[in-house]
Structure formats: C-alpha cells, structure tokens
C-alpha cells in the first residue's frame, strides 16, 4: 500500500526572545550578540503513513503535535527534514480556521468550496448532504459569529468529510461538539476509512477515542517522537508520563516493546491462577491522599483466579488506604478487553461521610462472566466529590484475566446481553 504521507527528519525551531525590544536589537544587529534562544517544537521527527490508516497522535500539552500538523498542511514550514504528502489534504486545525465569520454558515460552505477548486454547480450537488450532516437548523443562514464552538465544529467537520478528500487531518477541533455529534463523526471517519480509503490523521487527548478508531498511535513528548505503534500500548505509556515533569525515555521505550510484544498462553482449564497470564501494561496514578494495594480475583472459594469459567460468579477485591481525612468517597470499576476496547463499569458512592487518616477499607465486587472467550483488564479506583472530583488514586490495567467456556457462541461481540428472540407470524 503506498504511503500517504512521509516526514523525514522534520525539525521546526523557534526563536524566542524574553522581551519584545530584544527582536528589534537582533534585527538592527544581526552579528553582534543574540538576544534569543531556540526552541524545538518538533526535533528529528521521522515516521510515514500509509493510504488508508487512520493514526492518532496524543500527547501532553506543548509536546509539538499542533506544530506537526501544521507543517504537514503546510502552514508551517520545517525548520530542516523533507515532508510528502500524496493527496489531497482536508484539515481542522482550529475552529472556524478559513471561515469569515461575518458570511454567514451557508455563504462559507460557498467559499470554502470555491476555495477547496470546487465549481458553483459541484458545491450546489454537495451542500444538501453538508448542511444535513451538520444539523444547526435555522443557523446555517446565520453569521458565523453568532455560531457557538459547538455549532462551528458541527459545520466544519460537515464540510471536511464531504469536500472528496484523500486525507484529513484533525487538530482536537471535535472534542467541543457534544457527545451525539462526536459519535456520528467518528462513525463517519470509519466508514469513510473503510469504503473509500482515505487517510486521517487527528490529535486527540481523549484515550479511548485513540483506542477505539485508531489502527496506529504516535507519542509525542517534548517534541520528539517518542512510540509509534498499536494504540493500546501507545496510551498505556501516554498515561505514565501524563502525570509527570520528568520521565526515563529509555525505560518507557522499554515497557512500550515489552507491553506491545505480550502474548498470552492459552490455558485450557478454568478457575485457576495462571503465572503466564499477569498484566504487563499496569499503570498507577499519583496518590492524592489515600491507594490501592492487594488487587485480588477470587472464585466462589475465595481462591485466587485469573482464567474464569463463562458464566460463573466471581470477586473483584482491592484494599484502599487512606493517607489523610476524605469525605464523599465513591470507589470505581471498569472493565475492558485486551485492546483498550471499554466494556463497562460502575462507581459506587460510599454511604459512610469520612474515612479518617490511616482508616483501611476492603472493597468487594461482584460480577458474572457475561464475557465472550478472551483477555481482559480492570481497573479500579477511588474518588473524592467533596468540593469538586478528585481522584484519590487509579490503577489502569490492574488485573488481566481470561475466559474460557464458551461452547455455543450465539452471540456477537464482547458481552452476552442475553437478548431473547421472539418471532411473530402474521396471521
């Protein structure tokens, strides 16, 4: 399959200066002393994609991911490298970026069409389908201005995915739409990626959107490009080091190759603990006033497993200790499959006010394993409402276990909702 786009050694410097004056001393004395210091936003970025993949990149803030997209829109040009782009390029970079938002919502449709090479009468074949998928009523023969971020997102993602392009690019300009029009995006991207083969590229902060559409994930950190690989182990690291000023690049490249090349031995009896089967992608974040220790699944004779019977009755357990006076504590659950995919979970309010300092607590839950035959991880957790959410302390990919016992598999996906079927004749 060729390749989309290809980034070759792309650096893009910067010169900042402390105060305003010191760039006109620099300009009217170019070989006497320099009044500024560089800084890398990108440093020796070097990665291609392909036709057709769908790629997120993630990371903190400030670590260069709007600054790449940029240089491959070319609005920006690399300091030194070599960057290709085969085909044509659609991109979201910021709201409301090549909208006059004077015109109103239809009057920039026309614009950006015309813009983009489109004819009068190709834009008028197109708008039906833009101003549907957008959905702002009314507002679409309002001026831009009077728009909310929300409703300017809705109008230019509508008008990105239905001008033909080859590749779109998407700066974190849909995380402001609400949830509804996020889902009917991210839906859109896939079956566009699926039948008509373009490429996206997009940052996104949101993990479970790198998991669930993405086929490749990039780490930035610092301005370099840290990982490349499968999503799941990418945000594995990505929520290490987003918690932290300082980290061990070598050693999260390290847990990185160790994470991605895990495998899993298939065990063929149920109800047991299998030392094969441990989860190497664990992450913990700060304690913030209490944590987690002794992560326990247990049978119904209170022995611990990790390879469980479908359809069986089995305990999550975590002791929590508190390292100062918290109120309002809700303790928290979430299942998900070995790919990051969510399946789901609960946070349940304590009916207790406070748990003093050094008060330990044993949380126990329980579940049935509605599970298709598989891997999959928990986490677990505990949170403060007190004055605003807070979380006490998390632990991502706390327990990796499997399910074995599922003969007559009727059912599709990752869960058995146990759907009952009922057929009606006409008479």
Same mark, same amino acid.
């Given at each position: ?43 020796? =970025?070097?990665?291609?994609? *392909? ?13 260069? *991911? ?15 490298? %070599?960057?290709? $782009?085969?085909? @044509? ?18 009057? /920039? ?5 015309? #813009? ?35 409703? *300017? ?7 990105? #995915? /239905? ?5 779109? =690019? ?81 050693? #999260? ?29 664990? $992450? ?10 002794? #992560? ?22 975590? %002791? ?15 299942? @998900? ?44 957790? $505990? ?19 499997? $399910? ?24």
């Amino acid at each position: 399959m060729p390749n989309a786009i290809i980034i070759q050694n792309v650096t893009k410097k910067y010169k900042l200066y402390s105060q305003p004056i010191d760039r006109l001393k620099e300009a009217l004395h170019p070989l006497s002393k320099s009044y500024h210091h560089d800084f890398l936003a990108n440093n020796d =970025i070097t990665f291609s994609i *392909k036709k057709g993949e769908v790629v997120g990149i993630i990371g903190k803030n400030g670590s260069g *991911k709007s600054t790449l997209l940029k240089m491959i829109t070319g609005v920006v040009t690399p300091s030194s490298g %070599t960057i290709e $782009v085969h085909g @044509k390029i659609t991109a979201m970079l910021e709201l409301g970026a090549g909208f006059n938002p004077e015109l109103t919502g239809m009057e /920039n449709l026309y614009m950006s069409g015309a #813009i983009s090479g489109f004819s009068k009468e190709e834009m008028e074949a197109k708008i039906a389908d833009i101003v549907a998928f957008a959905d702002i009523g009314e507002f679409i023969h309002q001026p831009l201005k009077t728009y909310s971020s929300g409703m *300017k997102a809705r109008l230019g993602f509508a008008f990105a #995915i /239905n001008s033909e392009p080859e590749i779109l =690019i998407i700066d974190e300009a849909l995380s402001v739409g609400d949830v509804a029009f996020q889902r009917k995006c991210y839906s859109r991207i896939e079956d566009t990626c699926k039948n008509e083969g373009i490429t996206v590229l997009f940052v996104s902060h949101s993990e479970s959107v790198i998991v669930n559409l993405c086929n490749r994930a990039l780490l930035l950190y610092g301005g370099e490009l840290l990982l490349d690989g499968k999503p799941k182990d990418v945000v594995t690291q990505y929520l290490k080091i987003s918690k932290s000023n300082q980290i061990n690049k070598d050693q #999260i490249k390290k847990d990185f190759i160790e994470s991605s090349q895990q495998t899993f031995k298939e065990s063929k009896d149920c109800s047991i603990f299998s030392n094969d089967l441990l989860s190497q992608s664990t $992450v913990e974040l700060e304690k913030n006033g209490g944590f987690i220790y002794n #992560i326990l699944l247990l049978n119904s004779k209170n022995e611990k497993v990790n390879v469980l019977d479908y359809n069986r009755v089995y305990t999550f357990r975590y %002791t929590v200790e508190f390292l100062e006076d918290v109120r309002n504590v809700s303790f928290g659950v979430f299942t @998900k499959t070995k790919d990051g995919i969510s399946l789901g979970g609960r946070e349940k309010k304590s009916t207790k006010q406070l748990y003093k300092k050094g008060e330990i607590v044993v949380i126990e839950w329980q579940f049935k394993t509605i599970f298709a035959n598989g891997y999959y991880l928990i986490n677990c957790g $505990v949170i403060s409402n007190e004055y605003e959410r807070r979380v006490i302390h998390r632990v991502f990919d706390a327990y990796l276990f499997q $399910v074995r016992g599922v003969q007559d598999e009727d059912f599709t996906g990752h869960i058995n909702l146990n759907l009952d079927y009922t057929e009606i004749n006409d008479a």
